[in-house]
């Protein structure tokens, strides 16, 4: 089976247009905060780097990279390949991904980041998918897209560790 881009489902304008609002939006909440930012390695790179962009305060941001384990249970446990290198006691985080499908992921890293003793967590994906809110329980506290339930490429997302470059989201075809 050989894979290849279908359809165009947001264009690389209408993301940069959309970190911009929501860049205005986190400005405005984490005022007078101390915000860090955790991506998540490797989808949330050019998400991350355009939102920064467009956020108007001084802000750390730094790298989580998790690896899942799937086992015969829904709930799968998640563990960090790769820790933060900042120290986030007492500082606002908010977590950034690329996507929210199950929820898995950020349910279980926004629980990490309370362990560590950030002082707020909040969580922030570019798309969402609507089956989200089956499997885990997780609020999204700013979200670019929602999505039809397509498997998508491009901007960070990929298929077989490829095409995380494209500079703008495409559903993938399966020839
Ligand atoms: P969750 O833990 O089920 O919410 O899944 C989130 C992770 O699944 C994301 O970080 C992506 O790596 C991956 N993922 C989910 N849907 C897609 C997709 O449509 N394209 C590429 N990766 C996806
Ligand atoms: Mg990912």
Redesign the pocket.
Known sequence: MSASIGKVLLTHEQIVDRCEELGTIISRDYQDKNLVIVG?LN?SVPFLAELVKHISLPLRFDFVRAKSYCGTTMRGKLELVHDLDLDIHGQDVLVV??????????SCIATMMEEKGAKSVRTCCLLM?PDVKKDYEVHLDYCGFEIPNE???GFG???DELYRNLPYIGVLKLD
């Not at 991904?97 to 950020?106: A, C, E, K, N, V």
């Open positions: 998540l989808g991904d690329d996507i929210l499908d199950s929820g898995q992921t950020m998918k498997f998508v490429i997302l990929d298929y």
